[in-house]
Every structure is written in structure tokens, then in C-alpha cells.
């Protein structure tokens, strides 16, 4: 059988140079590709490929949140990160929203071919490099003390701060989720509220540092 995949990335000449090699794997047939993490998340589950190859950072929904819904969604769907980003954020934002793997775009195409064969597989891949953060994140997890007062943001807020930091209208992103503009003020005040900032400006400043944004 086939491994059937999703390719998503924001880069017209990366999805196309990968998939041009993928296509020379007698094993691998890209199924469709996406240019955000919108489109990711409509097309696997419309297609329900195998697996996902996804970017980590893009507009509209980055890969993280992009990640997490379809796995919500199907959780059969394998997801593996391949990104230009190995800071914690990144790395750690991908594998908590679900990703079986985590590889960078200055790898080898050998090793992107050992990382889809092992997540295909049920278990879990991490360039080299990678396992060094996740590691350290993990002990500094359990040696920093817990914050109960830490703000939790739903998916939807998250990805409502990610569409403001990118600058997009209140009337914009009520069109591209579907709602109401009274919804999305709504949603802008739980999310101030929650974060206890009171601009724009710093609403951007957050979405960067958590990396729900690159801008």
C-alpha cells in the first residue's frame, strides 16, 4: 500500500521540489498539497491522507494550530513537522498539537524519507538536533513550578490572536472563519482579558514570542 501524503508549506518551489522527489519513492504518492494550514486542515479531511508534511509557520493558521485540528479531527492522520525553525517553540508547539515528528528543511531527502517511514510506522521522529530541546523542555517542565494563574487560550482564540497579529481586520477574519464580526470582538476581549494586554500591538508581541506567528 501506498503512504498517501499531504504536502503544506507557504512555498510554492518547496512543495513542488518535494514532491518531485517523493514521487521517485514507488511507496509515497502526494495526494494534494496546501498553501496554508486553512487548506491543510479542509483537505485531510476531505482526502484523509496517511500523512501530513507540515510547515510549522505560516499566515492565515500556522502548522501548529493547523496540526492540532486535523489530528481533533482524524486521528489517524500522521502529522510530521518539517520546518525551517528549531527553537523550542516551534518544536514543542508542533509535538503538543499532535505531530509524530519533527525535521528541518536543511536535512537530507534521505532523512525525510527515514522520517516518514518511521511516523508512517507509529512512532516518533526527531532530527538529531531536535531531540537536544525537547529533552531540555521536558526537564525544565519538571523542574519550574506549576502557575495555575498561566492563561490558557482555546483553538479558536489562538487562532483568532494569529489572524489579528497578522493584521487582518475584525471583518476579515469573521469572513475567513465564518462568524459574525460581533463574534470576533468577542473573542478579541476573552483574549485581552485572558492576557492581560490591552493592545494590538502587544497582542502581536504574544503571538510572536508563542510562535503562532513569524511575520
Known amino acids: 500500500m ?3 501524503i499531504l504536502m503544506v508549506d507557504d512555498h510554492k518551489i518547496m512543495r513542488e521540489g518535494l514532491r518531485a522527489l517523493l514521487e521517485k519513492e514507488s ?7 496546501a498553501e496554508n494550514g486553512r ?4 483537505l485531510a479531511a476531505k482526502l484523509k491522507p496517511n500523512l501530513v508534511i507540515m510547515d510549522a509557520s505560516m499566515a492565515d493558521l500556522n ?3 493547523a496540526t492540532r485540528q486535523i489530528i ?10 518539517l520546518s525551517m525553525y528549531s527553537d523550542r517553540r516551534f518544536v514543542t508547539g508542533m509535538l503538543s498539537a499532535g505531530a509524530s515528528g519533527y525535521i ?8 525525510l524519507i527515514t522520517a516518514i517511514h518511521t511516523v ?34 482555546t483553538t479558536r482564540e489562538r ?35 485572558k492576557l492581560n494586554i490591552h493592545s494590538v500591538a502587544e497582542l502581536t508581541k504574544y503571538a510572536i514570542r508563542e510562535g503562532l506567528t513569524s511575520l
Open 104 to 111: 528541518l528543511k536543511d536535512c537530507a531527502f534521505e532523512e
Open 159 to 193: 487562532e483568532v490572536l494569529q489572524l489579528l497579529a497578522e493584521g487582518k481586520t475584525t471583518k476579515q477574519i469573521a469572513t475567513l472563519l465564518y462568524v459574525s464580526t460581533k463574534t470576533i470582538e468577542t473573542y478579541r476581549q476573552q483574549i485581552m482579558k
Open 27 to 33: 511507496e509515497m504518492e502526494v495526494i494534494s498539497e
Open 39 to 42: 487548506s491543510a486542515v479542509d
Open 120 to 153: 508512517f510506522a507509529n512512532q516518533i521522529y526527531l532530527s538529531p538536533g531536535i531531540t537536544t530541546i525537547v529533552i531540555k523542555d521536558y526537564v525544565g517542565r519538571l523542574s519550574a513550578p506549576e502557575d495555575p494563574e498561566s492563561p490558557v487560550l
Open 63 to 65: 502548522g501548529i494550530e
Open 2 to 4: 501506498k503512504i498517501k
Open 72 to 81: 481533533a479531527n482524524s486521528p489517524a492522520i500522521k502529522v510530521l513537522g
